[in-house]
């Protein structure tokens, strides 16, 4: 039902919001892709260290004044039947484990800030069961803002969001971060990134199933990622990232449960831009 919902949403505002904020010339942006890797971690939390295959596509709408719509859906198809010591139930192999829809709005300031704003919904075919309870599908409203600093501060980039679940979770998870881009060719962009999450209790609860009320600080985040422009509209991808879980507590749940807190991610994909 909350799929239908948030799908009705973004059909009405493709239906009305293009007459009010989208110039009449407006062009898409339309991509998609898939990546391939090793194992997929959400929030410090491997949800599947046997293989994953990730496709995704977005649509990316002008708006007037500098704005952007944003529609994006991503999707986590385990490879395997076993997910290891992970999260996610094992048994459904070739079959989509995750499914994430986005409507967001992004505005620029000015040449050097932009505001993001929005909605999140999450879907979980297999949460029946997960074994710390139910998991299905929930919603979040995110807001964050991205800074563009000048290249006497190394041109870094420096970025916070926060994400409030307003429905199965009641909780808060926030990210700050930053990162960097480098044109090492004319065909080849290396970014790294760097970030730290920090959650309430009920988002320990849900993405952890930490039985107590405990928050603190959730995942720290590095990633280096490659692109190469293969052709005009074909770019290659990949990237190998680090993840931590920092606070003490939340570690020590993690050795009783099992479940390493940190966890390495390699990553190979191609996009399609039209």
């Known amino acids: 039902m909350r799929v239908t919902v948030f799908g009705s949403a973004a059909l009405l505002c493709a239906a009305f919001l293009p007459s009010c904020i989208v110039p009449a010339d407006a062009k898409a942006n339309v991509t998609a892709g ?8 959400h929030r410090g939390m491997i949800q599947n260290e046997e293989g994953v295959m990730q496709p995704q596509a977005s ?18 198809m385990d490879l395997s039947n076993e997910t290891g010591d992970a999260w996610l139930p094992d048994g459904h192999a070739g079959k989509f484990s995750q499914i994430d829809y986005n409507l967001l709005f992004a505005q620029r300031v000015n040449e050097s800030l932009e505001v993001t704003g929005g ?9 029946l ?23 006497k501060l190394l041109a870094l980039q420096p970025r916070l969001a926060l994400h409030y679940d307003y ?35 009920n988002q320990t609860f849900w993405s952890y199933g930490l039985p107590d009320d405990i928050s ?33 507590e939340l570690r020590d749940w993690f050795d009783l449960i099992q479940i390493d807190a940190d966890q390495v991610v390699a990553s190979l994909g191609v996009r399609w831009q039209f």
């Open 59 to 76: 649509i990316v709408i002008p708006a007037k004044r500098d704005g952007r719509i944003i529609l994006r859906t991503w999707a986590n």
């Open 129 to 151: 069961e997960f074994p710390f309870g139910e998991r299905g599908a929930t919603n979040e409203f995110l807001i964050g803002a991205t800074y563009q600093l000048p290249d």
């Open 34 to 41: 898939v990546d391939f890797a090793n194992s997929y971690v």
């Open 216 to 248: 603190g600080m959730a995942d720290l985040q590095l990633k280096v990622q490659g692109d190469y422009e293969f052709e005009p509209g074909t770019t290659f991808t990949g990237f190998l990232a680090y993840s931590r879980v920092m606070d003490s």
């Open 167 to 201: 429905d199965e979770v009641d909780g808060l998870y926030v990210n700050a971060g930053v990162s960097h881009a480098y044109e090492a060719s004319e065909k080849v962009l290396v970014t790294s990134d760097l970030g730290l999450g920090w959650m309430d209790g």
């Open 119 to 127: 909605f999140i919904n999450y879907n979980l075919p297999n949460g």
